[in-house]
């Protein structure tokens, strides 16, 4: 038995914010956030204090709807994202109750622009051990609520965006479709590379104006360290769930790798010898959306009718922690 994806679906807020709105906030330009990100708009939440539970629920109920499912049909909701609503509970359990749902179990996956393949990897496990036959992944964040919108913070706010996708997940009898191979890795000695210092257990509750000064609840990124690592890992990650099927390069229908920067796709498009057609990219519109970035870029690449059954599908990823992973699937 294997995992297939059932049905897709896809939420982002209706605020397009142009880096010419950006501009407006911070030493900034449309020119130079281009050059280095390729990225032109992102959409950030129109009511400040918009949950991600609640662009989560709203690319959910898409993705039920798509695939002709009542919420009472899922068996495990799966919830990824660096932007929960709360410091706890997990967004999942949020979403699951905006479902109307009362016992269906809830599990918050933290690996950053990761979570998505960390979380179909538990969902393929699930699945192929026979403890659940359909499993909803979430990936949803609202990064606009923690950017630093100043000039001090414009390494990272002009990169991040807000947005949710969900894909349902499900048991094949077909042994050649579906997931194939998924491959995870994780380096903590990066964790201060790109992240938020504060506002957890080892920092302080920010309770004075000090401690505000230190400016630990903003997310850092040393930004060319992140680059540098994205490209050797991502390609390397790839090539190793493409040889654990026995799959070349050139049968590759699609590749989606996370949106973290054009730069970055096109680097890993280079380093794996990939044509233009078989890359899929939309981090123009969105910026990076981290846990939903994979997710809302294949929504958009099943909508443009991009696969085909029988295609072979490759995800990758790299991010904070540092970890990274690859996914194969057989459309
Ligand atoms: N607008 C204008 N100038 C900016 C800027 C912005 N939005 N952000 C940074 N700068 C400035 C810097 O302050 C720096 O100025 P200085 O030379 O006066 O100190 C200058 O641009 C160059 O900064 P640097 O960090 O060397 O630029 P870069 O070419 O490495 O580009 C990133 C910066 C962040 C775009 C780039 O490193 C990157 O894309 N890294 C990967 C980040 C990523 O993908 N993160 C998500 C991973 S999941």
């Not at 708009?41 to 991600?52: I, K």
């Not at 390397?236 to 699609?254: F, N, Q, S, Y």
Request: charged share 25%; glycine share 10%; aromatic share 8%.
């Amino acid at each position: 038995m294997r995992t297939e994806i059932l049905s897709t679906g896809m939420y982002v807020p209706s605020r397009v914010v142009t880096n010419d709105d950006l501009a407006q906030m911070m030493e900034t330009s449309d020119e130079w956030i281009v050059q280095r990100t390729g990225i032109h708009e992102r959409r950030w939440v129109e009511v400040p204090g918009t949950g991600a539970s609640e662009l989560g629920v709203q690319a959910a109920r898409a993705a039920l709807e798509r695939a002709e499912m009542k919420p009472e049909d899922l068996d495990a909701i799966i919830f990824a994202t660096l932007s929960p609503d709360h410091f706890f509970p997990g967004s999942g359990v949020l979403v699951a109750a905006k479902l109307g749902l009362k016992e269906t179990p809830a599990l918050d996956v933290r690996n950053q622009c990761s979570g998505f393949l960390y979380s179909l990897q538990v969902a393929d496990g699930w699945i192929r051990a026979g403890i659940y036959r359909r499993v909803m992944i979430i990936g949803a964040e609202v990064h606009s609520a923690g950017l630093d919108k100043t000039t001090r913070g414009r390494d990272v706010a002009c990169i991040f965006g807000d947005g949710a996708a969900a894909v349902i997940v499900g048991p094949t009898e077909d042994d050649s479709r579906g997931i194939r191979s998924i491959k995870l890795g994780a380096d903590g000695r990066h964790a201060g590379d790109l992240w938020i210092e504060g506002l957890g257990s080892a920092f302080p509750v920010i309770a004075d104006e000090e401690q505000l000064k230190q400016l630990k609840q903003w997310p850092a990124m040393e930004g060319s360290k992140v680059f540098k690592f994205a490209i050797v890992r991502m390609p390397a990650i790839t090539r190793a769930v493409l040889e654990a099927e026995g799959v070349k390069v050139e049968e590759l229908k699609l590749l989606i790798p996370h949106q973290a920067n054009q730069r970055i796709s096109d680097a890993v498009q280079r380093s794996l010898g990939l044509r233009d057609d078989q890359v899929f990219n939309n981090i123009a519109k969105y910026g990076n959306t981290t846990a939903a970035s994979i997710p809302l870029a294949l929504h958009e690449a099943l909508e443009q009718g991009r696969l085909a059954r029988g295609d072979w599908l490759a995800f990758a990823a790299f991010g904070s922690g540092f970890t990274w992973g690859a996914a194969l699937v057989r459309w």
